[in-house]
């Protein structure tokens, strides 16, 4: 039987070696919170129910496809171990567990993890038992009435309803194991450099010393480009490789430079990268990865991807699936999505409310779709739901900070989590505490700091704006495109009862983009009904998806939009594709008008 999700799971630091996880494993319900005080972790307890990991219990894909409240859940498996030579090491990894996970191995606490979309990893080795299989148990907490934690649009209440959607409880993402040498690469940072030609890397390793160094190759198109090797000093080493070395067209003097990371030129190199222990001259660690070279920032009001003009046609994808909720039920899902997108004039997505799969962001790398990035937020604003934030946004930049398709992160959404953000000045510096936090870790990507309105420091203005009715005559729609005729209507305006800038703050110059418009619902399904707007017909869906989209091109003054959105999900029918990735609407359609921008200064 093939296991579900069985691709390699961490795609930009791969080793050859590694187990799937995935498949059957036992599981329960906890609803009296009885399993920690009776020692259901020990191996002698048995589990009267069975799952399908990666999915959720609310999955059909899960095997149980129950949508009850159950805040604890408890899973477990029992795997064989390979055999371990001395000094080497067996690390079993997580990719996410929504929300509280407790790890336990043939009895033993190994780790625990609060936060349900960021991935975590755990020595295992001490645990195992010398002989006979390996009972690997999982104490899963995840409160429904918590409204503290982040949750995104997995609703609090049941059952879903409007923009709310069933939520997931559980292991989403893949659990896997590999086995490393003690002395052997722990992480990999490259910050390419488009205008000095170079490209940096930063790479930690564990338990290596001055004798001990790191080969290097970089190859683009199966031809080598360099091969160094470069010594440790220290755990920790840094340098600078030149990649352009004095070769023009794999520059940006260029519009199409041959190197050039972009959605239409999704140009990668591969990285190949030895561990060598000096004092045997033996390679002990072997990993692959990739980057792309790009460029993106701001300057005179538009946004610049790699030194060019770029008009950001972006697509809302909240990644939901009818029968996987948050988990895709395969990676091909990923690449359809993605295609789909770029069949229908689009160049990327914001990927809203939910941090995605690694496999997902690869597939955008691979087939060139930018991608603005954020993580589920909370609905509150605590101490504690900003401590979870916080450590949120650092786990997520370790895991994605290489990935080229990731242009923008969005660290608020709609002032979700800070409802008062508009003259609470503490609010206000939490908010901004998240922009130069994202700025101190990053100087490649662009910080949208609260998307939709009432912003502070950031680096987009994102608004959000859904009232631009379905006909030329209709006063909403002669509303809506005399807002967009100048810098000053655009912004003082109020969207949804809100100011584009929150007190004491203003624009700087920052480009305008509409990252959230449309919304326009149309299925013939009867038991889907909420919108935004709605329309009886496909022509009509046509004629007002085209009246939009001409009337953001013709502004002078926004620079991209962002259309709700690439599918239906349960109750909600603002997709261009219903829930399963059936097309609604002719594609080559979509993209002929999404295709009619013709301002020359964009590189399109």
């Not at 996970?101 to 195992?128: C, R, Y």
């Not at 722990?186 to 490209?199: A, E, Q, R």
């Not at 203003?506 to 935004?532: A, K, Q, R």
Request: charged share 20%; glycine share 6%.
């Amino acid at each position: 039987m093939i296991k579900p999700r069985n691709e390699y799971p961490r795609p930009q630091f791969a080793r050859e070696k590694w187990v799937n996880l995935n498949g059957t494993w036992d599981f329960c319900f906890d609803d009296q919170d009885l399993g920690l005080k009776e020692l259901w972790f020990l191996p002698n307890k048995q589990f009267d129910m069975r799952i399908n990991v990666p999915f959720v219990y609310e999955s059909e894909l899960s095997g149980i496809d129950s949508q009850e409240q159950h805040d604890i859940i408890w899973y477990k498996r029992v795997f064989d171990a390979p055999n371990l030579y001395d000094s080497q090491h067996l690390i079993l990894h997580f990719g996410a567990i929504d929300y509280h996970a407790k790890v336990f191995l043939n009895g033993h606490l190994v780790t625990e993890h609060w936060g349900g979309e960021t991935p975590f990893s755990a020595d295992i080795t001490p645990f195992l038992s010398a002989e006979g299989s390996q009972c690997l148990c999982l104490r899963v907490y995840d409160p429904l009435n918590n409204q503290e934690i982040p949750r995104g649009k997995q609703f609090w209440m049941m059952p879903s309803a409007g923009i709310w959607y069933t939520r997931s409880s559980g292991i989403w993402q893949t659990v896997w194991m590999e086995v490393v040498n003690n002395k052997h690469i722990d992480k990999l940072t490259v910050i390419p450099d488009l205008d000095s030609g170079t490209v940096g890397f930063d790479i930690c390793a564990h338990n290596v010393d001055s004798l001990d160094c790191i080969e290097l190759k970089v190859i683009y198109k199966d031809a080598l480009v360099i091969a160094g090797q470069w010594q440790f000093h220290h755990d920790n080493l840094k340098f600078s490789i030149d990649l352009v070395q004095n070769q023009i067209f794999r520059t940006g003097f260029h519009t199409n430079a041959e190197y050039l990371w972009s959605p239409e030129s999704p140009n990668l190199f591969d990285l190949k990268l030895r561990l060598i222990d000096g004092s045997t001259n033996n390679v002990v660690d072997t990993v692959s990865s990739y980057f792309g070279m790009r460029k993106i920032h701001t300057e005179n009001g538009m946004v610049y991807l790699n030194n060019k003009p770029y008009y950001q046609k972006l697509v809302l994808d909240q990644g939901y699936w009818p029968d996987g909720l948050l988990t895709a039920p395969c990676d091909q899902a990923y690449v359809q999505d993605i295609t789909l997108a770029k069949e229908m004039g689009f160049n990327g997505c914001r990927k809203h409310q939910k941090l995605e799969d690694p496999r997902f962001l690869y597939w955008a790398d691979f087939l060139g779709f930018l991608v603005w990035e954020e993580c589920s937020s909370a609905p509150m604003f605590t101490t504690a739901a900003q401590f979870s934030i916080l450590e949120t946004w650092k786990e997520i930049y370790l895991r994605d900070r290489n990935h080229p398709c990731i242009v923008t992160w969005v660290p608020l959404n709609e002032s979700w989590g800070v409802p008062n953000i508009h003259a609470d000045s503490q609010q206000q510096h939490w908010a901004q505490a998240l922009y130069h936090f994202l700025h101190s870790l990053d100087r490649t990507r662009l910080v949208s700091t609260n998307d939709g309105w009432d912003q502070v420091d950031t680096d987009i203005c994102g608004i959000h704006n859904y009232k631009f009715g379905l006909n030329a005559d209709d006063p909403e729609f002669r509303a809506f495109t005399e807002t967009l005729s100048s810098q000053s209507e655009l912004l003082s305006q109020n969207v949804s009862g809100r100011p584009i800038y929150a007190k004491g703050f203003c624009s700087s110059g920052e480009p305008i983009l509409i990252t959230e418009c449309g919304g326009i619902g149309f299925s013939t399904t009867v038991d889907s009904d909420w919108s935004y707007l709605s329309v009886s017909s496909s022509d009509d869906f046509l004629a007002s998806y085209k009246r939009l989209i001409t009337a953001l091109y013709a502004s002078k003054q926004v620079q991209g939009f962002c259309y709700t959105q690439l599918t239906d999900i349960e109750q909600e029918i603002n997709g261009l594709l219903t829930y399963d990735r059936r097309a609604k609407f002719s594609l080559e359609t979509l993209r002929a008008i999404n295709d009619s921008h013709k301002r020359s200064n964009y590189n399109l």
